[in-house]
């Protein structure tokens, strides 16, 4: 497809399971990240790729939160021992190259820890 | 620490009248600023944005206006349409920190017929 792909758009889970956020980025598209918007806030930086590498995971919430990135392209966030207030809308931009780009939007992942 | 700023949560304008967003910031140090305008159920869009070297930048009905000293900006949408209803998200960059964005918590605008 054209733009940013996230999966799956929704999920919900018990406290506590593990839970993993896809989010495929535009072709060619070199930076990737991660934000998160919970109820009623802006978004929240988590975490950014240049290729595989993430410099700056200086958003992340909690070491139960990690990244990755395979062959410069797809990414998974993944909430280990999920709490109830990690419930929010996972958000996953993708642009050409670092700062100064737009950084283009998936819909989102809403996860919802019952 | 709120870096960014949107202080109302939401704005109701009659159509074909001007909407006026606002943003403050606390860092001097930003290189750039962003407006975003999201839909429910979708994600972000890119509006348009600024330097911080500028004072002012138009795209058709859209001109951000930016008042350094005061570290305010503000976003102005002429003639306002229905379909401008939808959440705007300030946001703002430094160069040195990889293009993570720094996002306000948005306005709600409300665009009545």
């Known amino acids: 497809g054209a733009g940013v792909s996230q999966s799956p758009s929704n999920k919900v889970t018990e406290k506590g399971k593990d839970v993993e956020l896809r989010c495929d980025p535009i072709?060619?598209?070199?930076?990737l990240y991660w934000y998160r918007q919970s109820l009623g806030q802006g978004l929240e930086f988590l975490i950014y790729f240049q290729g595989n590498s993430a410099p700056d995971k200086s958003g992340l919430p909690s070491d139960r939160f990690s990244a990755e990135r395979t062959g410069g392209s797809v990414s998974t966030l993944t909430i280990q021992r999920t709490q109830q207030e990690d419930s929010a809308v996972y958000l996953c931009?993708?642009?050409?190259?670092?700062?100064?780009?737009?950084?283009?939007f998936g819909a989102g992942t809403r996860l919802s820890v019952l | 620490d709120q870096q960014v700023k949107q202080n109302s949560p939401s704005l109701s304008v009659q159509e074909g009248r001007i909407s006026i967003l606002n943003c403050d910031y606390t860092n001097s140090m930003f290189d750039y600023f962003l407006w975003y305008k999201k839909y429910p159920a979708e994600g972000p869009t890119f509006l348009i944005s600024i330097s911080s070297i500028k004072d002012k930048n138009e795209d058709g009905r859209f001109t951000v206006f930016l008042n350094k000293s005061a570290k305010h900006l503000s976003l102005h949408i002429v003639p306002s349409q229905p379909g401008d209803s939808a959440v705007y998200f300030c946001?703002?960059?430094?160069?040195?920190?990889?293009?993570?964005?720094?996002f306000g918590q948005g306005t709600e605008l409300s665009v009545k017929p």
């Open positions: 946001a703002a960059i430094m160069d040195n920190q990889g293009g993570k964005l720094i």
């Open positions: 931009a993708s642009s050409f190259s670092l700062a100064k780009n737009i950084q283009y």
């Open positions: 072709s060619g598209h070199t930076a």
